[in-house]
């Protein structure tokens, strides 16, 4: 009977296998639950501060302009060795090629809160800011009669334009977001004559972008003395 005893007390103060497979399964469940949350903070958290530094992008744009009577061309040197990397190209800008944000010019950092610095050539441009200017505000002084060519169009997820005819765009800068590739219109934009797309994320979207319209741009730079 002492073994019979023995077994039993066992069963009684220690957990069997399907009480130990039990408890593994609902430990699992709770991580799950707790994780989930968590990631979806730091997603949040780095879109909030891409958000960010597109205003502090569209800022150091119009001081670059208010200093210099233009805007910056974007940058095309793709060669990390390079001492032109990360500078602006030598006027005249390079708009039919893709362009990025010249960021050392500007003194910003290279890349969205997505992205990774690049440290060879071959190397995918992942989360570096796309920026692509008009023409007629790279070249030439800006005066109060300058137009934007109209060649850069912003649309909604629903193909309807954002920039008008009196909101025309002067600059736009994206980031390509956390899947690190262009999404919707801006997978296809031509760097030529881009037609690019805004709007909240969505399973198929998720680029957060900002452009600079005429009216303000132009209402900057005479505030602060330019024109």
Not at 2 to 7: D, G, I, V
Not at 50 to 58: G, S, W, Y
Request: aromatic fraction near 6%; hydrophobic fraction near 45%; charged fraction near 20%.
């Amino acid at each position: 009977m002492r073994p019979l005893r023995a077994n039993r007390a066992a069963r009684n103060s220690g957990f069997t296998l399907v009480e130990m497979a039990i408890v593994l399964v609902v430990l699992g469940l709770t991580a799950s639950f707790l994780i989930s949350p968590l990631a979806l903070r730091a997603e949040a958290s780095r879109r909030r501060a891409a958000e960010t530094a597109l205003d502090h992008i569209a800022e150091a744009l119009i001081g670059f302009a208010l200093i210099h009577g233009r805007l910056p061309c974007p940058s095309i040197e793709p060669n990390p060795a390079s001492p032109a990397y990360g500078l602006e190209k030598a006027l005249p800008c390079a708009l039919d090629v893709p362009g990025y944000l010249p960021w050392r010019t500007l003194g910003l950092p290279a890349h969205d809160p997505w992205g990774s610095p690049r440290v060879r050539a071959d190397q995918p441009w992942a989360g570096h800011w796309r920026y692509r200017p008009d023409k007629n505000f790279t070249e030439g002084a800006i005066a109060l009669s300058t137009l934007p060519s109209g060649h850069i169009q912003i649309k909604d997820h629903d193909g309807s334009l954002i920039s008008t005819a009196t909101s025309r765009v002067v600059a736009v800068v994206f980031s390509t977001g956390p899947n690190l590739r262009p999404d919707g219109l801006n997978a296809a934009a031509s760097p030529a004559l881009p037609v690019l797309e805004a709007g909240e994320p969505t399973p198929a979207f998720d680029d957060p972008l900002r452009w600079i319209g005429h009216p303000l741009f132009i209402s900057r730079l005479a505030r602060g003395g330019r024109l």
